[in-house]
């Protein structure tokens, strides 16, 4: 008897298993090539979206808020119920020429995913 609870638990767990999709990168952020002074988007969304969503620059993690502390011309944008989370940089300078990466953490059974994406800034030559 306590063998027939057992694989019908078995079972159970594996067709809950096999129905689970992990969150996925909808969209991948592309490196871009901007102009001094333009405006740089990359774009990030996520699918089965369960952890948190943040951008990092050249590695520093630059939180999970729209208003990114201590870069005022960055902000994290998008839509939040559809996974959207784009990094929009105004006023871009060479400063701002690095290699970011959206990052979404994870949560019960999702696992941490990332993507990079380089930004150059090209010099306006007079």
Known sequence: MCAKGSSLVIACVLVCVAGFQQQYFRIVPRSLRVQEGSEAV???A???LAGQVQWAKDG???GFSSVIPGYPRYTMF???RHGVYN???VNASLEDDAEYQCQVGPAQ???VIRANASLTVH???S
């Open 42 to 44: 990359l774009e990030c």
């Open 46 to 48: 996520v699918a089965n």
């Open 60 to 62: 520093f993690a630059l």
């Open 78 to 80: 998008g839509d939040r």
């Open 87 to 89: 990094l929009r940089i």
């Open 109 to 111: 059974m999702h696992k």
């Open 123 to 125: 010099i306006m030559l």
